[in-house]
């Protein structure tokens, strides 16, 4: 500031408050000394900034750095935000917060590294399970459509059979429903021990017979056996027992034939007897049916449906 200050040095006298606050009223005459105090205060004030001149430039040079500062980040800033900019932040530079620790990486680079390395494990795993046609290359949209072909062809085949299924139900529910197909006749085959004390049994002509039993429980079996056959052999001597559900016989449908072989001779009188009459049965707990042979002996059987 080059101009020259307008000196005043007599100090005057400072008005009071209530003149500052409500100023000259009409009439009034204004005190050469509170004049006085007015130009001597104005002439300090100027007298003060002239003096810090300096500070006033450096000032002014410290805000035209700020502006240009400010501008060339907001052009940097638009940069960065630009579709075209790259590399502006490296992945691997980016720290990512897990607070549920689902990572064990810490940066976005790696993280998806992660990410793309259990989903290809993922992926590779299922084409594994599902197998041909599904490889290890197949994207996952792929493996989903393998997938539910092989459902759709497991409904169609279960349907063929005459089980209600659709392709649209689970996975399991369809493996499930495959133990419901019936197959044919069902069999099944094991040993058994004849008792050692009789029991009374009757023939068909309703005679009454004392006779050994061989129990055989329904686990042993899985179903209600229309033919059984039992057999006990030893040397030079072998006992039968044949049993039919609903046999063609005018004398007793469920009757069973228990008989007697001498090196391949029959040696005792067949005998018929009734199979569905208490202590016999064949029902759903079983079959007990009798037998000539000699108690604690081991016996074969072999059931059909």
């Given at each position: ?9 007599n100090p005057g006298i400072e008005p009071s408050t209530d ?54 980040n907001d052009e940097k800033f638009n940069e960065h935000l ?146 059984i056959i039992m057999r006990v052999k030893e040397p030079n ?69």
């Amino acid at each position: 500031m080059a101009e020259q200050l307008p000196v005043w040095n007599n100090p005057g006298i400072e008005p009071s408050t209530d003149l500052k606050v409500n100023g000259w009223q009409p009439g009034q005459k204004p005190s050469a000394q509170h004049f006085n105090w007015l130009f001597n205060r104005a002439y300090k004030c100027l007298e003060e900034l002239q003096g810090d001149s300096s500070k006033i430039t450096e000032l002014e040079q410290t805000l035209t750095e700020l502006e240009q500062t400010v501008t060339l980040n907001d052009e940097k800033f638009n940069e960065h935000l630009a579709d075209t900019a790259t590399g502006a932040h490296k992945a691997k530079n980016i720290a990512v917060e897990d607070p549920d620790g689902l990572f064990t990486a810490s940066d976005v680079e790696d993280v998806l590294k992660e990410l793309f390395t259990n989903a290809d494990n993922a992926q590779k795993g299922i084409a594994s399970v599902v197998g041909l046609p599904a490889t290890s290359s197949d994207t996952l949209e792929q493996l989903i459509t393998h997938i539910q072909n092989a459902k759709n062809t497991m409904a169609t085949n279960l349907t063929a059979k005459g089980i209600s299924a659709s392709g649209a139900e689970a996975l399991q529910a369809l493996a499930n429903k495959i133990a419901n197909v019936n197959t044919g006749k069902k069999w099944a085959s094991g040993t058994a021990t004849v008792s050692s004390n009789t029991e009374t049994v009757y023939y068909v002509s309703g005679s009454p017979a004392a006779k050994r039993t061989v129990t055989v429980p329904y686990s042993a079996i899985g179903f209600i056996p229309s033919t059984i056959i039992m057999r006990v052999k030893e040397p030079n001597i072998e006992y039968r027992t044949i049993y039919e559900a609903n046999e063609n016989d005018s004398l007793y449908p469920n009757a069973c034939k228990d008989s007697t072989y001498n090196n391949g001779q029959l040696t005792a009188s067949t005998f018929n007897i009734k199979a569905d009459v208490a202590p016999l049965y064949v029902n759903e707990n079983g079959f007990k049916l009798p037998t000539n042979a000699p108690g604690g002996l081991l016996v074969e059987w072999v059931a059909f449906e």
